[in-house]
């Protein structure tokens, strides 16, 4: 991966885009330190609150982890120790990181459960999570995540696994929770429905790299790079008879990508210099940033 | 005055005779048994076999039982069977129709009772072993005399009876156990904490595991060692270790490729005993139609065959390469030159009697488990040309197919038999070559030597009978009825803390491959 | 957990009639006893009084009922050759052989466990590869071999321990080595892929990224879901290493029921042999019920769904 670079404010909410394999859930692994063996980051900074993390030991990060950067998983079902009572698995973040025992630990156990609005968490404390949803057991898996009293949470397409029923439910809370604490949250989905209704901002990602981000608005108006403006338009239109419109080809290998831009095979507007220089980010006017030959084509290459 | 000196000086005499006569016995016993002996035996044991009174037959209880227990008259050094034990003295009557025994003073079982002729009497009648039905069938009586006297009187002559009667390795009805005793806790308990009037009696037993036996005191021959303890070691690599670490004094059955190992021991003998004789058997050879018909194949046969060669591969050369397969420690046993090797008259033979090019054989069925004997065998024999394979097979299905005879035996084949022959070399005809047998059944079958065997059964003139053996030996060796190959030497080791000069000094009975008579066994502290 | 239980009970019931019905046709299809409790050349009268002693010449149904009766009381019947009820001498073996049993699945669980947790967890490490081998060398090695060496190392060259038989706390040290060694190899290849499965599992990276400690992401979280199929082999493991060690106790001459039963074969000491099957059926059943237990212990879908 490469030339990943975004920002955010506390309170607000960034959707990172892409379809499978454009590296979305690396790139959130990789923020917490927590990369699969064989991958190394290499160069770059993450800057949280100050502090870079790739600066950071081990130690140092699960430290932070669980703790001021918490992530939610996608599958509820395998996110969850079977052996564990749910208890056991809200109350470890705040047990290990914060000292919590006795009393306070039960009721701050309590109060969790009951932000992510689960009935009765006095009994459902002493639960195991196969006598639970999916619905609720991704709620649990919210509670886990706010259990440290994070700054940042990372969701990894939290709601996919979910009925549709559920999925809009789980939406709402989450951005109930994020007014109420302020956090930050990135959302990862491929779900442009749903970066519409909860994200401030959106990252586009395609081939290992972002290809286009800014304000959700100006994103959705006035998409600039190509492969944005086809995700945008494979959108089904509720009314419309038109057939569906679906990107030709394959997302590329991100070990084997092609030469200059990585979507110049199936760009429908690639120009000849897309096969051979990898594009820079060029800023547009409204506050969106795109990595296309055809925003300055006459740029200098970017690095790497 | 003269005849008071000579009165006392007779009364001195007598006193002094009486004293001289009584005082072997008393100083015999006057040996203070020290040290303890251990003795790896090499497979499990069984319980059973400390009781004499269920002797199942085979050369295998009585290493334990002569500890335990005494007969009246038993196998021991050189004597064959009639070795006066329990009994001083014994006769069989000139028309063989009585044997009448006379109990030793002063004998006792473990627990204090003394021997009387009433055990003589329950023991004998009470016994349910080998040959037990042999006993009852020709017993018509025993008469107990007096109270050191028992006569035991059959219906007919019974020339055999001293030989079986006092053979430890083939029955014990002589070896006596103590009615009360055996009455009071049964059979099966008898087994398990046998009484008897051997030298030594039982500490502990571990079934299968371990027997612990402590000198008895009232044995009426000196007890050297303290303690005896036998102890199952089935894997032979590991009785070996054990001598060589001291855990064991004497170690039984020492495999041929650990035999040089021990040897270089030191402070270690090998004791090279005699034991089974390995012979050939060519089922069903009197069908016309079987190669082995021919006198001349089966001479062939025995020609081929390298005895020395199988000697020094199976037992480090320790076995016997002997001409007769009736070892000499049996009853009329006749001797025999050892059979010469000579692959090109074999070759000749085969020739003459029309198989120029040898001939095929379907199975050569060698005693389980010495598969390599007959592995030789078929090498040896390929050379002149006689070809074939070997069969293996688990041991109980061996017995089981001999007792089935020629129909467990199709085709052309040869047996390799393993036997230990042991009191009279009727015993082996009976089982072995007679037809009808049990272990030969109808697989060989010669008219004419049953007839003279018949005779034999029948005579009770010993020298007809010597001479009857003798033509049968002969007849069966002269016409290669059977083809022997050796006599197989069961290898046991004696560690440097027990007293010996030669390893015969503790294996002096030579009707056995065991280390008794046990009394006489010394330590070393 | 009751109802589980007791559901568990009655299919170990079912099983043990089926197995004492096999091993009672299977033992006397292997031939007739009597002659080998008879001497080679026995008379037939010879062999049929013993066969008759024994009562070998019922109907083969006939001797199955008398068996089964008696089972029910709890007698095993005796064994021809040691003149003595089945369960006592399986009682009297069975400690040497829980001694024996229990150290080696301890030397198993001790060495295997650990070793396979720390191959999953730096897996393909140089530890790692040096754990497989470890591995290989345990399932390739015979125990005969094991044991004859070390018999020649500890006790012959070094005169360290004793050669064989049981005694205090030296005896047993090889022949358990010899015995676990085996079992140590096959609880790491199973432990270490266990762990393997599990650490790659969603709910492991949660809890790394919830900030857990190393320790407890792997100590608890890993390993006790990793523990279920170690456990179940860690019970069968040690039923045979109690009932069936034969080769390690005749290389050692412990005196242990595996020896037992293996001399009771050879000698066609029926009684024996069924006795010494039934009674390891009933453990390995035993066992397996209380495996079953440790379970739903420990996994509540078990405990609570049935």
Request: a positive charge; glycine letters at 8%.
């Amino acid at each position: 991966m490469d030339g990943v670079s975004f920002s955010l404010n506390a309170g607000e909410t960034l959707g990172l885009v892409g379809e499978s394999g454009s590296g979305k859930t690396t790139t959130c692994l990789s923020i917490v330190g927590l990369l699969p063996r064989g991958a190394r980051i290499v160069g770059g900074s993450v800057v949280f609150e100050g502090e870079d993390l790739t600066r950071k030991s081990q130690r140092e990060l699960r430290r932070i982890r669980g703790r001021r950067i918490a992530v939610i998983l996608q599958d509820p079902m395998a996110s969850l120790n079977p052996l564990f009572t749910i208890f056991r698995q809200v109350a470890e973040p705040a047990f290990f990181h914060q000292q919590m025992r006795g009393k306070t630990l039960r009721q701050r156990v309590k109060s969790l459960l009951a932000a992510v609005r689960i009935p009765s968490p006095e009994w459902r404390m002493r639960d195991y999570p196969h006598q639970m949803s999916g619905g609720m057991r991704q709620r649990i898996v919210g509670a886990i995540a706010l259990a440290g009293g994070p700054s940042l949470v990372i969701a990894d397409e939290p709601t996919t696994n979910l009925d549709v029923t559920i999925q809009a439910q789980y939406l709402d809370l989450l951005k109930d929770i994020q007014r109420e604490t302020g956090v930050a949250l990135i959302f990862v989905t491929h779900n442009l429905g749903i970066v519409a209704k909860m994200c401030d901002r959106v990252a586009v990602m395609y081939g290992g790299t972002i290809v286009e981000q800014g304000p959700v608005r100006a994103i959705f108006d006035d998409p600039k790079h190509p492969y944005t403006q086809a995700l945008l338009g494979s959108i089904p239109k509720l009314g419309s008879r038109d057939p569906l419109y679906a990107i030709p080809g394959q997302p590329p290998n991100l070990a084997s990508l092609p030469t200059g831009c990585a979507f110049h095979p199936r760009c429908p507007q690639a120009m000849e210099r897309c096969a051979i220089d990898e594009p820079t980010n060029v800023h547009a006017g409204d506050g969106s940033v795109a990595r296309c030959w055809l925003l300055a084509p006459a740029a200098a290459p970017s690095h790497g | 005055m003269r005849h008071v000196r000579f009165r006392v000086f007779a009364v001195a005499a007598v006193l002094v005779t009486v004293a001289a006569t009584a005082l072997p016995t008393w100083s015999q016993t006057k040996v203070t048994p020290k040290g303890k002996l251990t003795l790896a035996w090499h497979a499990g044991f069984a319980s059973r076999w400390l009781d004499p009174q269920e002797h199942d037959g085979t050369a295998t209880p009585d290493n334990f039982f002569t500890a335990i227990h005494d007969g009246l008259i038993k196998n021991q050094g050189t004597t064959l069977y009639d070795h006066p034990a329990l009994a001083e003295k014994f006769a069989v009557a000139p028309d063989a129709k009585s044997a009448t025994f006379t109990l030793r003073r002063g004998t006792t079982f473990h627990n204090g009772d003394p021997v009387t002729v009433q055990d003589v009497k329950f023991s004998y009648e009470n016994y349910r072993g080998a040959k037990a039905d042999v006993f009852k069938n020709r017993t018509e009586r025993i008469e107990l005399v007096d109270d050191r006297t028992v006569r035991f009187v059959f219906k007919e002559p019974f020339l055999d009876f001293a030989i079986l009667f006092g053979t430890a390795n083939v029955t014990a009805p002589g070896w006596v156990v103590p009615e009360k005793y055996y009455k009071q806790v049964g059979p099966d308990a008898f087994k398990q904490k046998p009484v008897g009037a051997g030298p030594y009696k039982l500490v502990r037993q571990e079934p299968g595991v371990k027997i612990e036996l402590e000198a008895f005191d009232g044995y009426y021959r000196p007890v050297h060692t303290k303690h005896l303890v036998m102890v199952a070691v089935p894997e032979a690599a590991t009785r070996v270790a054990m001598l060589e670490r001291g855990e064991a004094d004497i170690v039984y059955n020492i495999p041929g490729p650990l035999i040089p190992k021990v040897s270089k021991m030191p402070g270690v003998t090998l004791a090279p005993v005699l034991s089974g004789s390995f012979f050939l058997e060519f089922p069903g050879f009197q069908d016309p139609k079987n190669p082995f018909h021919d006198k001349r194949v089966r001479e062939a046969v025995s020609l081929a065959i390298d005895r020395r060669a199988m000697n020094e591969a199976e037992t480090a050369g320790m076995g016997k390469v002997t001409g007769n397969w009736i070892n000499d420690d049996v009853q009329y046993a006749i001797d025999w030159p050892e059979f010469p090797r000579n692959v090109e008259k074999a070759k000749q033979l085969l020739r003459e009697a029309g198989y120029p090019n040898g001939f095929e054989f379907s199975w050569i069925t060698p005693l389980p488990t010495f598969y390599s004997r007959g592995e030789r065998i078929i090498a040896q024999l390929r050379e002149v040309g006689i070809r074939g394979r070997l069969q293996t097979m688990e041991r109980g299905i061996f017995f089981q197919k001999l007792r089935g005879g020629m129909k467990e035996f199709p085709g052309i084949q040869m047996i390799l038999h393993g036997v230990r022959i042991a009191g009279s070399w009727s015993f082996w005809y009976e089982a072995y070559f007679k037809c009808g047998g049990a272990n030969s059944r109808d697989r060989v079958c010669v008219k004419d030597l049953d007839a003279k065997f018949d005779r034999y059964e029948k005579s009770i003139n010993a020298a007809e009978r010597k001479k009857l053996a003798e033509e049968i030996q002969r007849g069966i060796l002269e016409n290669h009825y059977l083809v022997p190959v050796f006599r197989h030497a069961f290898v046991n080791a004696i560690g440097p803390r027990v007293t010996a000069q030669k390893w015969q000094d503790i294996f002096p009975t030579i009707t056995t491959g065991y280390a008794y008579p046990w009394e006489d066994i010394k330590v070393k502290e | 957990m009751t109802q589980f239980i007791v559901r568990r009970i009655l299919y170990s019931i079912v099983t043990l009639f089926i197995l004492s019905g096999t091993i009672f046709l299977v033992v006397r299809m292997t031939g007739d006893p009597v002659l080998l409790l008879a001497e080679a050349g026995a008379s037939t009268e010879d062999l049929d009084r013993v066969r008759q002693q024994w009562g070998l010449d019922r109907s083969w149904p006939v001797q199955y009922l008398a068996f089964m009766e008696n089972a029910v009381r709890g007698e095993l019947g005796k064994s021809f050759n040691y003149r003595m009820p089945v369960s006592e001498l399986y009682f009297e073996r069975l400690p040497n052989s829980l001694i024996l049993g229990l150290a080696a699945t301890a030397i198993s669980l001790l060495v295997g466990v650990p070793a396979g947790i720390v191959s999953a967890v730096k897996v393909n490490s140089w530890w790692d590869n040096a754990a497989k081998g470890i591995g290989l060398l345990g399932l390739s090695i015979p125990g005969f071999w094991l044991g004859l060496v070390l018999i020649l190392v500890f006790s012959v060259w070094l005169r360290w321990l004793p050669t064989s038989g049981a005694g205090d706390w030296r005896h047993v040290v090889m022949p358990a080595v010899a015995l676990g060694w085996y079992f140590a190899a096959s609880m790491l290849r199973l432990t270490r892929s266990s762990m393997l499965e599990v650490l790659g599992s969603e709910y492991i990276k949660l809890a790394k990224l919830k900030g857990l400690p190393e320790v407890v992401v792997i100590g608890m979280h890993a390993f006790k879901n990793a523990l279920i199929p170690v456990l179940t082999l860690a019970g069968v493991n040690m039923v045979v290493m109690i009932n069936a060690a034969v080769i390690v106790e005749v290389i050692f001459a412990w005196p242990g029921i595996g020896r037992l039963l293996y001399e009771g074969i050879f000698q066609r000491d029926f009684p024996l042999v069924q006795g010494v099957v039934i009674m390891a059926g009933f453990m390995i059943v035993g066992i397996n019920l209380v495996v079953d237990v440790v379970y739903a212990l420990i996994d509540p879908r078990i405990r609570l769904t049935r």
